[in-house]
Each structure stands twice: as structure tokens, then as C-alpha cells.
């Protein structure tokens, strides 16, 4: 199955993109949390550039409509696994399945999240902490841990999908803020050690704002004056960011930068600001 699947030619990497991409060889991809949302664009982003796709979410009827999708846009391949990120055995058998399909992995795109439901004030909930911690957390280091020497061997990439939450902290968001702090940590860390032990495998982490996701515009559209960004733009950036091996994606770039400025210079400000939007 490997050796088909390196047979099949790439098509060129579409203009919009401008992508540095290899005419023999189409990238094997797995996309966590790929049944909506950024997840969804990001699979389509890929299949645009011939690769083989992997998908995996809780969601089965979505994950067939998105592969087929998929399939339609020009993915070499695209195959599907349902999958809870709250077991982390669940996680790893993910890994195994996309070894046994693919013979392999280039790009591991962990995107999923979960505990939305325990947004709001904090409550002192434990319960709410742990479980956010192991979908939010927990299951990306799994999914690394099971997938690195797939990667190391293909010589690939890992994009992890964070957010401005991991950065500078949010009210009402926790445990969630404390995953993504996290992960910026984890996989930071990470990146230096692969280039001291000089190892080519890249760590790309994304950093979003506001995208305009069915599950951000619904929990906190009717609490911040900002408007939410495109969730298409966003996964082009987050796919060229990865593909090109940068070491971090900020979309959109407003969200993050003014806002460490500010935090620098005027301490105090954000507080204030998320105070009268929130």
C-alpha cells in the first residue's frame, strides 16, 4: 500500500498558497478534530495540494461528508476514524490506524478541542480541569509521543493548533487557558530539543484569535465586540505556515501582537479592556 500510495503525482500547490510542496511525492496527513470548523478547512487546504488525508473526530456522518469533500478537491486519498480525545488509548490506536493506512506520516495537525461546556465563571470544578487538560492537553502529547517516529523517519512536521487564550490568559476560560499555556510550553520545548539533538522535524503552533467557528461564534459571540475572523483564511495560514516549517502562525495578526505591546507597556490595559467587552 506504501509503495502506491508514493507512486501517485503531486498537482502543483495552488497560486493563493504559494507553497513549497514536492511534485513526486503527496504528503500523507493526519488532521485531528477535522469534522468542522478549522480542522474541516484545514483537511480541504490539504487535499487541495493532492495530499493523503486522514481525518478524525467524534463524529462519524460529518467525517464521511468531509472525505468525500476531500476527495472532490483533489486528496489523493481520504480516510476517516472516529475518535474520542478524552481516552488517551483512543488517541494512540488513531496513530496506529494512520501507520497501517498510510505507511506512514508527514504532517500530524492537532486541532481538536473539547470541555467547551465549562466555559463561564470558575467554579472550583476539578472535574472541569482534568477533563480539558486531557482533550486540550493530554491527547496532543499522545498523539506526538505514539506518531514522533513516524515523523522523524519522513522527516516531517507537527502543527499544533493554539490560541491567544495560552498567551496572555482569559476570564472565563480556565482550563482552557491553562491547556493551551500548556502546549505552548510542551511543544516550545520540544522544538529545541529536536534542533539540539539535530533532528529535522519542525513545530509549527499557530496562534488564533477569534475565528468564526460554529462552536467560538456560539459559546462567545454574544459576549466580545469583535468581529470573528474567516475559519478559511485562517486554515490557508496555518497550512502554508506549516508546510513553509515556521516556527509560529498568529492569525490574525492584530490578535496577539498589539496586545503583548500593550501588556508590556501599559500594564493593566487588557484587564481593563476584556472587563468592558466581556
Request: glycine content about 8%.
Amino acid at each position: 500500500a506504501t509503495e502506491s500510495l508514493n507512486k501517485v503525482p503531486m498537482p502543483k500547490a495552488s497560486s493563493a498558497l504559494l507553497l513549497t510542496w514536492s511534485d513526486t511525492f503527496p504528503a500523507r496527513v493526519l488532521v485531528t478534530g477535522s469534522s468542522t470548523g478549522i480542522g474541516e478547512q484545514i483537511a480541504y487546504e490539504f487535499s487541495r495540494l493532492g495530499a493523503h488525508v486522514f481525518l478524525t473526530a467524534r463524529r462519524e456522518e460529518q467525517l464521511k461528508q468531509v472525505a468525500k469533500k476531500c476527495l472532490a478537491l483533489g486528496a489523493s486519498s481520504a480516510r476517516h476514524i472516529v475518535a474520542d480525545m478524552s481516552d488517551l488509548t483512543a488517541a494512540q490506536k488513531v496513530i496506529e490506524d494512520v501507520g497501517n493506512s498510510l505507511g506512514g506520516l508527514d504532517y500530524l495537525v492537532l486541532n481538536h478541542v473539547g470541555g467547551s461546556e465549562y466555559f463561564g465563571p470558575f467554579k472550583g470544578d476539578m472535574a472541569a480541569v482534568s477533563r480539558s487538560m486531557t482533550i486540550n492537553f493530554l491527547s496532543y502529547v499522545q498523539l506526538t509521543i505514539s506518531a514522533l517516529s513516524m515523523l522523524q523517519e519522513s522527516q516531517g512536521s507537527i502543527i499544533v493548533v493554539s490560541s491567544v487564550s495560552g498567551r496572555i490568559g482569559s476570564p472565563f476560560t480556565l482550563s482552557y487557558s491553562a491547556a493551551k499555556f500548556a502546549l505552548e510550553g510542551f511543544y516550545s520545548s520540544l522544538r529545541r530539543e529536536l534542533h539540539l539533538q539535530q533532528t529535522n522535524l519542525s513545530v509549527t503552533v499557530a496562534v488564533l484569535g477569534y475565528i468564526n467557528t460554529d462552536n467560538a461564534v456560539r459559546i462567545v459571540g454574544d459576549k466580545i465586540a469583535w468581529a470573528a475572523n474567516p475559519k478559511e483564511e485562517c486554515a490557508q495560514e496555518i497550512v502554508k505556515g506549516g508546510v513553509l516549517r515556521q516556527r509560529e502562525v498568529v492569525y490574525p495578526y492584530w490578535s496577539l501582537k498589539p496586545l503583548l505591546l500593550f501588556k508590556e507597556w501599559m500594564p493593566g490595559l487588557i484587564e481593563s479592556l476584556m472587563d468592558n467587552t466581556l
